[in-house]
């Protein structure tokens, strides 16, 4: 069992990835954005896609080819309120960055802004760049298809991404209204970290080719890849708890993450080709700022949004329940304690990464807390 009381501090950890990343051939201030959004996810509590993705999702691909370190970031057909991006196959979290930057640009000036985007990676939470426009004082709405592992209603092949869909909105409280979730019942990084943690997958989350469902964790990741088991959509199997909604929503966000921009999309996003051979992944994204100000007055519309959260927590609650939660409040929670203690908590295996990392790349200044 891991030591909750041994926490890495974000500082060194931005700083060590930033570091790792310049050593992988990344120039520095990509390699500064890059780390910046893995760090804010763990700063969140969102671990399934913070630094526990620094070296398999990142490193490991740069490594095959699949990721080219130095980013070209190329607007390839432009309006005053829309662009279409190619990001060449580069870092998916500086592609992400700049095309939200020129979204916001956008919208600053015809009140809404599109960017379209392909040929990126994976970039991180999409909450990061939903979370730039609520700091311009907009609407954000991001979305991204992904590597093929949802399967659709009634199937057990894995067809599309998790394809989230995400919301900002600047409230009058502490914290902005961010919902950020995958179109499946669980993303994929979060079955990756269980197996870490070496517990098993909850039933209802994988099926496999038989349309039952799966708790194997190692197995069922080997198994993703291989397409013999798929990740359940939002609302389970079947129809009589909705899963055509999840399958749904996921399809949209696929169309919209490909068929703007010219894309790549479902099996044509694995990652590799026909012979096994790793290649780039081909993503596609969709960034989109919404000017309140166009609107409506900012404070008024930030006034509205807290009521209607605050009033959503102060509803009725089901029996044995201690409190209801709004999208963005565990996130800003998990913020305030982390913030308070330090940093995070790192389990053995990223532990032993980050030590691996550190001896290859050099980096023998840097020591950590879990070092004894």
Same mark, same amino acid.
């Given at each position: 069992?891991?030591?909750?009381t041994? %926490?890495?501090?974000?500082?060194?950890? !931005?700083?060590?990835?930033?570091d790792?990343?310049?050593?992988y051939?990344?120039?520095?201030? +990509? @390699? &500064?954005?890059?780390?910046?959004v893995?760090?804010?996810? #763990?700063?969140?509590?969102?671990?399934?896609?913070?630094?526990? %993705?620094?070296?398999p999702?990142?490193? #490991?691909?740069?490594?095959?080819?699949?990721?080219?370190?130095?980013?070209?970031?190329?607007?390839? /057909?432009?309006?005053?309120?829309?662009?279409?991006v190619? *990001?060449?196959?580069?870092?998916?979290q500086?592609?992400?960055?700049?095309?939200?930057?020129? @979204?916001? #640009?956008k919208?600053?000036?015809?009140?809404?802004?599109?960017?379209a985007?392909?040929?990126?990676?994976?970039?991180?939470?999409?909450?990061?760049?939903?979370?730039?426009?609520?700091?311009a004082d907009?609407?954000?709405?991001v979305?991204?298809?992904?590597?093929?592992?949802?399967a659709?209603?009634?199937?057990?092949? *894995?067809? $599309?991404?998790?394809?989230p869909i995400?919301?900002?909105?600047p409230? +009058?409280?502490?914290?902005?209204?961010?919902?950020d979730? @995958?179109?499946?019942?669980?993303?994929?990084?979060?079955i990756?970290?269980?197996?870490? $943690?070496?517990?098993?997958?909850p039933e209802?989350?994988?099926?496999?080719?038989?349309? /039952?469902?799966?708790? +194997?964790?190692?197995?069922?990741?080997?198994d993703?890849?291989?397409?013999t088991?798929a990740? !359940?959509? $939002?609302? *389970?199997?079947?129809?009589e708890?909705?899963?055509?909604?999840?399958?749904?929503? &996921? @399809?949209?966000?696929?169309?919209?993450?490909a068929?703007?921009?010219?894309?790549?999309?479902m099996?044509?996003?694995?990652?590799?080709?026909?012979?096994?051979?790793?290649?780039?992944? %081909?993503?596609?994204?969709?960034?989109?700022?919404?000017?309140?100000?166009?609107?409506t007055?900012?404070?008024?519309? /930030?006034?509205t949004?807290?009521?209607?959260l605050?009033?959503?927590?102060?509803?009725?609650k089901?029996p044995g329940?201690?409190?209801?939660y709004?999208?963005?409040?565990?996130e800003h929670?998990?913020?305030?304690?982390?913030?308070?203690?330090?940093? !995070?908590?790192?389990?053995?295996?990223?532990?032993?990464?980050?030590v691996?990392?550190? #001896?290859?790349?050099? $980096?023998?200044r840097? %020591?950590f807390?879990?070092?004894?």
């Open positions: 069992m891991e030591d909750a041994v %926490r890495v501090p974000f500082d060194l950890l !931005v700083n060590f990835m930033k790792v990343l310049i050593r051939g990344v120039p520095a201030d +990509d @390699a &500064a954005v890059c780390a910046d893995l760090i804010a996810s #763990d700063k969140r509590g969102i671990d399934s896609h913070g630094v526990g %993705r620094f070296k999702i990142y490193l #490991d691909r740069i490594k095959t080819g699949q990721i080219r370190p130095t980013t070209r970031f190329e607007v390839v /057909r432009e309006t005053p309120a829309t662009a279409v190619d *990001g060449h196959n580069g870092m998916g500086v592609i992400a960055k700049e095309s939200m930057r020129l @979204a916001v #640009d919208a600053a000036n015809t009140g809404m802004g599109m960017v985007v392909r040929n990126s990676n994976h970039y991180g939470i999409a909450g990061y760049y939903a979370l730039m426009a609520v700091e907009m609407v954000g709405l979305g991204t298809n992904a590597r093929p592992s949802i659709p209603t009634f199937g057990t092949e *894995g067809m $599309l991404g998790t394809n995400t919301f900002g909105m409230t +009058d409280e502490d914290f902005p209204f961010v919902l979730c @995958a179109t499946s019942v669980t993303q994929r990084g979060k990756e970290e269980y197996a870490r $943690l070496g517990k098993m997958t209802g989350w994988v099926i496999g080719e038989d349309g /039952r469902y799966r708790t +194997d964790t190692e197995q069922i990741l080997r993703l890849v291989t397409g088991a990740l !359940v959509p $939002l609302g *389970g199997m079947g129809e708890t909705a899963g055509y909604k999840g399958y749904g929503y &996921a @399809a949209a966000v696929e169309i919209l993450s068929a703007l921009q010219g894309g790549a999309f099996k044509q996003l694995t990652g590799f080709d026909g012979n096994g051979n790793p290649v780039p992944y %081909r993503l596609g994204h969709f960034f989109i700022a919404i000017s309140i100000e166009a609107f007055d900012p404070a008024a519309f /930030r006034q949004a807290g009521d209607i605050r009033g959503l927590r102060a509803s009725r089901m329940a201690e409190r209801i709004t999208a963005g409040e565990k929670l998990a913020w305030l304690e982390r913030k308070e203690r330090g940093g !995070v908590v790192i389990d053995s295996v990223l532990r032993g990464q980050l691996t990392l550190r #001896d290859e790349c050099g $980096l023998n840097y %020591r807390p879990f070092e004894s």
